[in-house]
């Protein structure tokens, strides 16, 4: 199942900073203005390094819903009024 390319669109204000963050620090280190290759190659790992976290935040999310989501009340014995309509089928 693989998902659609992050881009700059679907980043938060604080991730698309750290990006242009990590553009500089490239440009600063190489003494020079990025080419386009240097450039993409930045933002397709910071991207990379993005979708992997978003990943294992949604699989976490995922085991906790699964894990609360069917939860058989043990206390409760089967209750046949509970399971039909007070004033009967219409």
Do not use: C
């Not at 700059?8 to 991730?15: F, P, R």
């Not at 553009?23 to 600063?28: E, F, G, H, T, V």
């Not at 790992?45 to 999310?61: G, Q, T």
């Amino acid at each position: 199942m693989s998902t659609a390319r992050l881009t700059q669109k679907d980043m938060t204000e604080s991730e698309q900073r750290e990006l242009k963050t990590l553009l500089d620090r490239a440009r600063i280190a190489q003494g020079r203005p990025l080419t386009n290759s240097e450039t993409n190659q930045v933002k397709k790992e910071y991207v990379d390094k993005l979708m992997a976290e978003r990943e294992l935040a949604a699989k976490k999310a995922r085991q906790i819903k699964k894990k609360n989501s069917l939860k058989p009340d043990t206390s409760a014995s089967f209750s046949w009024s509970a399971n039909n309509h007070s004033r009967g089928k219409r």
